[in-house]
C-alpha cells in the first residue's frame, strides 16, 4: 500500500475514451530531477525523483515508447503531476468482457469436488454433484409472469370484442397455470439431489448432498450435525459451520430447502483456475443490481446472525465506473475493478433510508464478517490512489476488486 514517506504511480484505464490516466506523487516539489520514462514496448512507466526509481507496468500499451512525457508548466514545483496517455491499440479483450460473473455452471465440471477452503475438509463428495445450472436473476419469477400475461399475441377474447384477461376469475386461473408450470410468482427453485444450483455469490445443495458440516441458530459451539436436532429459532435460515475448522461456510435456507454455501469460503476445481474472493462476488452483484434496477447506490447490509458479536457496520456505496483497470507502483498491475464511493453508517441509519419513499439505493445482504472484510479492501485500495482523489465529501474513494 502507499506511503507519504514514498512517491508512487497510479494509472488507470478509461476504456470509454480510449485513454490512461497517469498520476505520480511525489514526497518533494518536482525539479530537475524528476523524470518520468517511458518504456521502449510502450507498457511500463519509470518515476526518477531525487535519486529513487520507482515503476509501474501500465493496464494497456501506449504508442509513447522510449520517450519522456513532458511536465506541464503548471505543475512544474507540485507534488502531484497526470497525464492522460492515449492507446496503442484496441482495449485489451479481457477487460471488455469483465461482466461474466465468478464461477458460472459452465466452470465446474461433473461430479467436482467441494471443500473448505480454509481447512479443504471435503463437504460435497468428488462425484455427487452431476449437474451444474446456473439460477436465474432475483426477479426472474415476476418477469415470466409479467410476460405470460402480457404478451402482445395473448389476450382472452370470448368472442364479445372485451379482454377479460385481467378480471378476477382470469387471473386466479392464470395465477395457477403459472405456478403449474413452475414460475408464476410464488414459485421458488428447491434445492435438487445430485444439483449445484449457482448464484452470483453462493451454490446451492441439498442437505444430502453435503457432510462434515454443523447447523447452528447461532454460534459454532451451539450447533448440531443434525439439523432436526435444533428447534428453528426463525422461519428463515440457519448458520452453517465447518465441522473440522469452524469456519461459517454459508447457510440453510428453510424456504429452498438448501444448504447454501458462500462462494468465497470454499473450493471446488474449475475451468477458470482461482477461486473467486468475497470482493469479486460483491461486485458482480453490484453489477447485477445495476442492471436491474438503473441504479448506482447500494447498502450492503449485514445478515443478522443471532449470537454473532459483530458490529452491524453497514456500506453505503455509490458506483462511480463499474469496469476499470488499474495499475498502482504499490503492488497492483492490471487489476480490473469496480470504481466507487463509500461510507460506513450504522444499520439504524441504513433502515431510515431503505424506508423513505426517495431511497434510491438497492438493498444487499452479506454476513457481517464479510463486510468487515470488504470494507478492510476498500481501505486498503484507497491508499493505492493519488492523495486528492481519496476523498469526496463525506466519501472515501476505493476501488472492488472483480
Same mark, same amino acid.
Given at each position: 500500500?502507499?506511503?507519504?514517506?514514498?512517491?508512487?504511480?497510479?494509472?488507470?484505464?478509461?476504456?470509454?475514451?480510449?485513454?490512461?490516466?497517469?498520476?505520480?506523487?511525489?514526497?518533494?516539489?518536482?525539479?530537475?530531477?524528476?523524470?518520468?520514462?517511458?518504456?521502449?514496448?510502450?507498457?511500463?512507466?519509470?518515476?526518477?525523483?531525487?535519486?529513487?526509481?520507482?515503476?509501474?507496468?501500465?493496464?494497456?500499451?501506449?504508442?509513447?515508447?522510449?520517450?519522456?512525457?513532458?511536465?506541464?508548466?503548471?505543475?512544474?514545483?507540485?507534488?502531484?503531476?497526470?497525464?492522460?496517455?492515449?492507446?496503442?491499440?484496441?482495449?485489451?479483450?479481457?477487460?471488455?468482457?469483465?461482466?461474466?460473473?465468478?464461477?458460472?455452471?459452465?466452470?465446474?465440471?461433473?461430479?467436482?469436488?467441494?471443500?473448505?477452503?480454509?481447512?479443504?475438509?471435503?463437504?460435497?463428495? $468428488?462425484?455427487?454433484?452431476?449437474?451444474?445450472? #446456473? !439460477? =436465474? %436473476?432475483? @426477479?426472474?419469477?415476476? +418477469?415470466?409472469? *409479467?410476460?405470460?400475461?402480457?404478451?402482445?399475441?395473448?389476450?382472452?377474447?370470448?368472442?364479445?370484442?372485451?379482454?377479460?384477461?385481467?378480471?378476477?376469475?382470469?387471473?386466479?386461473?392464470?395465477?395457477?397455470?403459472?405456478?403449474?408450470?413452475?414460475?408464476?410468482?410464488?414459485?421458488?427453485?428447491?434445492?435438487?439431489?445430485?444439483?449445484?444450483?449457482?448464484?452470483?455469490?453462493?451454490?446451492?445443495?441439498?442437505?444430502?448432498?453435503?457432510?462434515?458440516?454443523?447447523?447452528?441458530?447461532?454460534?459454532? $459451539?451451539?450447533?448440531?450435525?443434525?439439523?432436526? #436436532? !435444533? =428447534? %428453528?429459532? @426463525?422461519?428463515?435460515? +440457519?448458520?452453517? *459451520?465447518?465441522?473440522?475448522?469452524?469456519?461459517?461456510?454459508?447457510?440453510?435456507?428453510?424456504?429452498?430447502?438448501?444448504?447454501?454455501?458462500?462462494?468465497?469460503?470454499?473450493?471446488?476445481?474449475?475451468?477458470?483456475?482461482?477461486?473467486?474472493?468475497?470482493?469479486?462476488?460483491?461486485?458482480?452483484?453490484?453489477?447485477?443490481?445495476?442492471?436491474?434496477?438503473?441504479?448506482?447506490?447500494?447498502?450492503?447490509?449485514?445478515?443478522?446472525?443471532?449470537?454473532?458479536?459483530?458490529?452491524?457496520?453497514?456500506?453505503?456505496?455509490?458506483?462511480?465506473?463499474?469496469?476499470?483497470?488499474? %495499475?498502482?507502483?504499490?503492488?497492483?498491475?492490471?487489476?480490473?475493478?469496480?470504481?466507487?464511493?463509500?461510507?460506513?453508517?450504522?444499520?439504524?441509519?441504513?433502515?431510515?433510508?431503505?424506508?423513505?419513499?426517495?431511497?434510491?439505493?438497492?438493498?444487499?445482504?452479506?454476513?457481517?464478517?464479510?463486510?468487515?472484510?470488504?470494507?478492510?479492501?476498500?481501505?486498503?485500495?484507497?491508499?493505492?490512489?493519488?492523495?486528492?482523489?481519496?476523498?469526496?465529501?463525506?466519501?472515501?474513494?476505493?476501488?472492488?476488486?472483480?
Amino acid at each position: 500500500m502507499s506511503s507519504s514517506s514514498r512517491c508512487s504511480l497510479y494509472a488507470e484505464l478509461l476504456a470509454n475514451i480510449r485513454q490512461i490516466s497517469l498520476v505520480a506523487s511525489l514526497t518533494s516539489p518536482s525539479d530537475a530531477s524528476t523524470r518520468i520514462a517511458v518504456a521502449a514496448d510502450g507498457s511500463t512507466i519509470e518515476l526518477t525523483h531525487h535519486g529513487e526509481v520507482h515503476k509501474i507496468s501500465l493496464p494497456a500499451k501506449i504508442p509513447l515508447g522510449s520517450t519522456l512525457l513532458p511536465i506541464d508548466q503548471r505543475q512544474k514545483g507540485t507534488t502531484a503531476l497526470s497525464w492522460r496517455l492515449p492507446l496503442a491499440d484496441t482495449v485489451p479483450q479481457p477487460y471488455l468482457s469483465a461482466d461474466a460473473p465468478p464461477w458460472s455452471a459452465t466452470d465446474f465440471e461433473v461430479g467436482a469436488q467441494v471443500a473448505c477452503r480454509n481447512c479443504n475438509a471435503v463437504v460435497v463428495e $468428488e462425484g455427487t454433484a452431476k449437474v451444474w445450472k #446456473d !439460477l =436465474p %436473476s432475483e @426477479n426472474w419469477a415476476e +418477469m415470466m409472469e *409479467f410476460w405470460h400475461c402480457h404478451k402482445p399475441d395473448h389476450h382472452h377474447d370470448d368472442g364479445s370484442g372485451l379482454d377479460h384477461s385481467h378480471d378476477e376469475h382470469s387471473g386466479k386461473a392464470d395465477e395457477k397455470s403459472l405456478a403449474a408450470r413452475g414460475y408464476g410468482a410464488s414459485s421458488i427453485i428447491s434445492a435438487q439431489p445430485g444439483v449445484g444450483f449457482v448464484d452470483l455469490t453462493t451454490i446451492l445443495f441439498t442437505e444430502g448432498d453435503c457432510q462434515s458440516i454443523t447447523y447452528s441458530n447461532s454460534i459454532f $459451539e451451539q450447533g448440531s450435525s443434525n439439523r432436526q #436436532d !435444533l =428447534p %428453528s429459532a @426463525n422461519n428463515r435460515s +440457519m448458520n452453517v *459451520f465447518c465441522s473440522s475448522c469452524r469456519t461459517q461456510l454459508g447457510f440453510y435456507v428453510f424456504r429452498t430447502a438448501a444448504v447454501t454455501l458462500l462462494k468465497w469460503q470454499i473450493s471446488c476445481k474449475s475451468t477458470s483456475g482461482s477461486a473467486p474472493g468475497i470482493t469479486e462476488c460483491l461486485a458482480a452483484t453490484i453489477i447485477s443490481t445495476i442492471s436491474r434496477s438503473a441504479s448506482s447506490k447500494s447498502l450492503i447490509m449485514p445478515i443478522n446472525e443471532t449470537g454473532s458479536d459483530v458490529k452491524q457496520t453497514v456500506i453505503y456505496a455509490w458506483v462511480l465506473n463499474a469496469n476499470i483497470v488499474y %495499475s498502482s507502483s504499490n503492488g497492483a498491475s492490471g487489476t480490473p475493478a469496480v470504481k466507487l464511493l463509500y461510507q460506513r453508517i450504522s444499520r439504524e441509519e441504513a433502515d431510515k433510508m431503505l424506508e423513505a419513499v426517495t431511497c434510491e439505493a438497492q438493498e444487499i445482504n452479506l454476513p457481517a464478517m464479510a463486510i468487515e472484510r470488504v470494507i478492510e479492501h476498500l481501505d486498503e485500495s484507497n491508499g493505492l490512489l493519488p492523495e486528492k482523489e481519496r476523498l469526496f465529501k463525506e466519501w472515501r474513494v476505493g476501488l472492488l476488486t472483480r
